[in-house]
């Protein structure tokens, strides 16, 4: 008995890893589904950047056309949350917060990440607005002003990767102290250290002044830098078995959780798919959405395989029908 199945895929988030995906498999004249909460990390912030070809679009602008073409390929856009998902042999159930439950073949997940703030007063209110983490990001628009860095373990690398971009770059060490080698690599590109505690974002008329520290004085700058958690947004993938990773830099934890794939984007769950920031918690926005092809053409090459049923003898290690 053949079980009648809604879709062919069913793609979990509707960024731009999971947008292209539905592009690539609609194309492929495959029955897709995305599943999306409607809640784009990036949709703070004013402009995408290092997009060949679209540089400077506005993050929501790029998901409003990348839902146009994938819809103009067949793919089906379901505003919702995945809970949870089933693995039945050769298919899978997706159980979604309304209740309502989606069948499909296969499964690709692209849910991405949440971005975890430290706890300093102004920072949330500020975030994709002059509160930044990315210079590969935000670098260019910042290049003549003055950035301060509110340290984390990781803020002698991040010190030295906006100076890069920055002439004028501050590093508030907060909860750490630079070694005495890195101290001097601070020195030698000429960034400032400030030791005392920040107290909180500065901010007068809705415009940031700087960062003030717990002795009272503000610190004038005209950006923020720090560095997020990044938590993957797996709970779908967990519901499968699958195991959340810590991702490491060095012996050091990296603050951030990823669920691990080959280079298809197969998990270790047969039939289920993962791409973009919740695989890959430093890719950018079109390395995301290049994994979401990827990840596509793999689940495309799984079907394929799958439909194909070629009787192969026990001496006949070519699969060849004679």
């Keep these: 008995m053949t079980t009648h199945l809604d879709h062919d895929v069913i793609i979990v988030g509707g960024g731009p890893a999971g947008l ?7 194309r492929a004249r495959l029955r897709v589904l995305v599943v999306d909460a409607g809640s784009p990390r990036n949709a703070p912030a004013e402009h995408a950047h290092n997009y060949l070809g679209l540089e400077g679009i506005p993050p929501l602008e790029l998901l409003a056309r990348g839902r146009t073409e994938a819809q103009s390929y067949g793919a089906v856009i379901q505003e919702g949350t995945a809970t949870a998902a089933t693995a039945h042999g050769n298919h899978f159930t997706v159980e979604l917060a309304d209740g309502a439950t989606l069948t499909a073949r296969r499964l690709l997940v692209t849910t991405g990440l949440t971005d975890e703030l430290p706890d300093i007063d102004g920072l949330v209110d500020r975030w994709g607005r002059d509160v930044l983490h990315c210079p590969f990001c935000h670098g260019w628009e910042v290049r003549d002003k003055k950035v301060g860095i509110i340290g984390s373990p990781f803020g002698v690398h991040q010190a030295l990767m906006w100076r890069q971009w920055v002439d004028d770059v501050v590093l508030f060490t907060r909860e750490f102290t630079p070694t005495v080698d890195e101290s001097k690599k601070l020195a030698a590109r000429g960034v400032t250290v400030i030791s ?45 078995g699958l195991e959340v990773t810590d991702m490491m830099m060095g012996d050091v934890p990296a603050g951030a959780s990823f669920v691990a794939t080959d280079q298809t984007g197969a998990t270790s769950v047969a039939g289920v ?13 079109i390395g995301s959405a290049a994994a979401g092809v990827r990840a596509a053409g793999g ?24």
Excluded at 208 to 232: E, M
Excluded at 273 to 285: D, F, H, R
Aim: without cysteine; negative net charge.
């Design 20 to 26: 292209a995906a539905a592009v690539t498999l609609g």
């Design 196 to 240: 005392d505690a920040v107290q909180k974002i500065a901010v007068e008329n809705d415009a940031l002044v700087g960062i003030q520290l717990t002795t009272g004085s503000v610190v004038p700058v005209d950006a923020v830098v720090t560095k997020p958690t990044f938590t993957a947004n797996a709970g779908v993938l967990v519901s499968l």
């Design 273 to 285: 798919y993962a791409a973009g920031n919740v695989a890959a918690p430093m890719e950018n926005v």
């Design 299 to 322: 689940v495309v090459a799984s079907l394929i395989e799958e439909d194909t049923r070629l009787p192969v003898g026990p001496d006949d290690s070519t699969g060849a029908v004679s």
